[in-house]
């Protein structure tokens, strides 16, 4: 089984309710993550201590985007640094007692717990979210989102006529224009909730599946539209697909350029 949530470049907390927020932006994201990370760090690590930290901390955070989707209070920055997160009542955090039971699901809920991420994607596949995103921000949005990622794997593929591979993300001039490129994901509008992957809020808070109606703004259906609707590119959400098709294609290219010379380096 592959591990997905902690890997030595990074680390993800999507399960946890990391971006459940109407502003899911790095800066907003951090900002909640820090706040979380204070409180707790001063707080005695016994489990009336933690519940009650965890009340005022999810009193005073923000509304959730999906009310249906938890937020735990307990996510926060694991170093110093703010560049990992991870759960700050696991015991190998607290330093002895699990108290994960303080938050919104309960000890055995967060140990079993694994993402569907964890079934579908590869090995290669992880890594290379990993390599190309090492971030505490972008690399959960991917690695949740197996259609986008492969969607963007795929189109460099189709362009380049070679599949990505981990040793092309030595280059570091290739490696920063996939970074670009998966980026997509959390450079969308204010308020767009394609950082959801090709899913939206239904009324009642459910995820509802997301698709771009060609034929209601008389278009041709875009050569890059698994992409494009993963990154809630159509009409509806908040994001012009237009700009964004063109955005994707300018990345892609990108891609393309730096990849090229790897290939004629091992003709
Ligand atoms: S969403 Fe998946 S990869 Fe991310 S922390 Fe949860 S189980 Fe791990
Ligand atoms: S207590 Fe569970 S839900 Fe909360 S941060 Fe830890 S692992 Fe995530």
Redesign the pocket.
């Known amino acids: 089984m592959i591990r997905l949530c902690q890997r030595p470049g990074a680390s993800c907390?999507a399960?946890?309710g990391l971006y459940n927020s109407r502003d899911h932006g790095r800066e907003a994201v951090r900002a909640e993550l820090t706040r979380r990370t204070l409180v707790l760090r001063r707080t005695e690590p016994t489990l009336p201590a933690f519940r009650a930290a965890a009340a005022r901390l999810a009193a005073g955070g923000p509304a959730p985007l999906f009310p249906s989707v938890r937020v735990?209070p307990?996510?926060g920055f694991l170093d110093a640094a703010e560049t990992r997160i991870g759960?700050?009542?696991?015991p190998l955090v607290t330093g002895g007692p699990d108290l994960?039971d303080?938050?919104?699901?309960d000890v055995t809920i967060?140990e079993s717990f694994l993402c569907p991420s964890h079934a579908w994607l590869s090995e290669e596949e992880a890594a290379l979210t990993e390599l190309a995103t090492a971030d505490f921000h972008l690399y959960g949005l991917v690695v949740t989102d197996v259609p986008f990622l492969r969607a963007a794997l795929g189109a460099v593929a189709a362009l380049t006529g070679a599949r990505v591979e981990r040793r092309h993300l030595t280059r570091p001039a290739f490696r920063e224009a996939l970074t670009r490129l998966l980026a997509l994901k959390e450079e969308l509008e204010p308020g767009s909730e394609g950082l959801f992957g090709a899913f939206k809020p239904g009324l009642g808070g459910d995820e509802v599946p997301r698709r771009i109606d060609y034929q209601a703004i008389d278009r041709e259906r875009s050569p890059w539209d698994e992409i494009l609707t993963c990154v809630g590119a159509d009409p509806h959400s908040g994001n012009d697909l237009d700009l964004m098709e063109e955005e994707v294609r300018r990345r892609l290219d990108a891609c393309a350029a730096a990849f090229t010379p790897l290939l004629v380096r091992r003709e």
Do not use: P
């Open positions: 907390g399960c946890c735990c307990l996510l759960c700050l009542a696991h994960r303080a938050g919104v699901y967060c």
